[in-house]
């Protein structure tokens, strides 16, 4: 069956970095764009990053934040550096269409980035 595995979420001070990964298993990796969202709690679920054929993102977290793909290994990674409290949630990788539906295929099962001082 299809899983995205999600790791490397955690809790860092403001200013720290993470590194978040998605193993992908049961789908044609490189078939699909990859696709990093965010969830807080009482809102909707927002796409930071996403990669199809070259990586895109959302204002809030260009310039801080890279995304990778390595079809060899069918994994998406998203390198978040200066984080800010605001980018407090719960990140999901996902596998969909294109960078622009918002309507993706699979999710992975959610991953908590915490950041506060």
């Known amino acids: 069956q299809v899983q995205l595995v999600e790791s490397g979420g955690g809790s860092v001070q403001p200013g720290g970095s993470l590194r978040l990964s998605c193993k992908a298993s049961?789908?044609?990796?490189?078939?699909?764009?990859m696709s990093w969202f965010r969830q807080v709690p009482g809102k909707g679920r927002e796409r930071v990053s996403c990669?199809?054929?070259?990586?895109t993102y959302a204002n809030a977290v260009k310039g801080r934040f890279a995304i990778f793909r390595d079809n060899s290994r069918s994994t998406v990674e998203l390198q978040m550096n200066n984080l800010k409290p605001e980018d407090t949630g719960t990140y999901y990788c996902?596998?969909?269409?294109?960078?622009?539906?918002?309507?993706?295929?699979?999710w992975g099962q959610g991953i908590q980035v915490i950041v506060h001082s």
């Open positions: 049961g789908i044609d990796f490189k078939y699909y764009t």
């Open positions: 996902a596998a969909e269409d294109n960078c622009v539906k918002g309507d993706p295929w699979h």
């Open positions: 990669f199809s054929t070259a990586p």
